[in-house]
């Protein structure tokens, strides 16, 4: 059987490389212009491979232990992560609206400078983008401060 320790400095390790492919998937989908069908997809890909080294370990290591852990660090451990995934879920009903209204009008193949988002996307666009935005901006602060959290214990249960 693998020791508990191994087990946690693996998830500590997938945990800790999802950040970069957080940060590199924001900086991409930020700096390039226009959104393209091929500039979505590569951006998508950095954001997946992120929630996937972070979800996957909470989902079959940190998720099946909580129940016998829970109290102090590991308390505010899981609330900060639950609040993270909160967040992205209400960013993801921005997500949704904006796609769609891209995909209507061929803007991830076909874009026009001239064609604006919130003109195509009716008068709720704005709220959807702030939803957007509000929903990463939130999962990002709630998924740091996790970590920072995680980081300690990791500490004190396998360090000290």
């Known amino acids: 059987m693998v020791s508990d320790g191994l087990v946690a400095t693996v998830v500590l390790v ?7 492919c ?4 924001a900086y991409y989908i930020i700096e390039t212009e226009p959104v393209t069908w091929d500039v979505l997809v590569h ?10 080294l972070t979800t996957v370990p909470m989902l079959l290591w940190m998720l099946p232990r909580l ?3 829970l109290g102090g660090l590991s308390a505010v451990h899981a609330y ?16 949704v609206r ?5 995909r209507q009008h061929d803007l991830y193949n076909d874009y026009d400078e001239d064609v604006l988002l919130d003109e195509i996307g009716g008068e709720t666009m704005s709220h ?4 957007l935005r509000i929903g990463v901006f939130g999962y990002v602060v709630f998924w740091i401060l996790a970590y ?10 396998y360090v000290a």
């Not at 951006?43 to 996937?52: C, I, N, R, S």
């Not at 904006?98 to 891209?102: T, V």
Request: no cysteine.
């Open 14 to 20: 997938s945990v800790t490389l999802s950040l970069p």
């Open 22 to 25: 957080f940060l590199y998937g």
């Open 43 to 52: 951006h998508l890909k950095f954001v997946t491979t992120g929630l996937v």
């Open 67 to 69: 129940p016998d852990q």
């Open 80 to 95: 900060l992560g639950l609040q993270a995934y909160a967040l992205l879920a209400f960013g993801g009903t921005g997500i």
């Open 98 to 102: 904006i796609f769609r209204a891209k």
């Open 128 to 131: 959807w983008r702030s939803r």
């Open 148 to 157: 920072l959290v995680g980081v300690v214990r990791y500490g004190l249960r």
